[in-house]
């Protein structure tokens, strides 16, 4: 089993960066691909970044060109580095892991706000 503990949210201006990071605990941590979402109020969750076992990534269209997604294997930790944020960024951000569709583990989320 994996328990996902997120971090490093806040308040922070439009254009501002945050760096979120997910610490897993539990075994063979290498093996699950890694995930951020997020759900603003009255909206679905949905994916932002996503990162393989292998490193590839895959981002919203959102997030293109503002977010990367990085692993740690070593440290069992994953990052989502966010810049230039803007108003409609601002959701609870959630940390996933999967494995073959078959086991799914989900983080309590960190909050992200963005507001002048």
């Known amino acids: 089993q994996v328990q996902l503990v997120e971090s490093g949210g806040g308040l922070v201006q439009p254009g501002g960066s945050l760096r979120l990071s997910c610490a897993a605990s539990?075994?063979?941590?290498?093996?699950?691909?890694m995930g951020w979402y997020r759900q603003a109020p009255g909206k679905q969750r949905e994916l932002v970044a996503a990162i393989t076992i292998l490193g590839s990534t895959n981002y919203a269209d959102s997030a293109k060109g503002r977010f990367t997604i990085s692993r740690d294997d070593g440290n069992n930790t994953m990052h989502l580095q966010m810049n230039s944020l803007k108003h409609e960024d601002a959701a609870d951000y959630y940390c996933?892991?999967?494995?073959?569709?078959?086991?799914?583990?989900w983080g309590r989320g960190t909050q992200v706000a963005v507001s002048s």
């Open positions: 996933h892991a999967g494995l073959g569709g078959v086991l799914d583990y």
């Open positions: 539990g075994n063979m941590f290498s093996i699950y691909a």
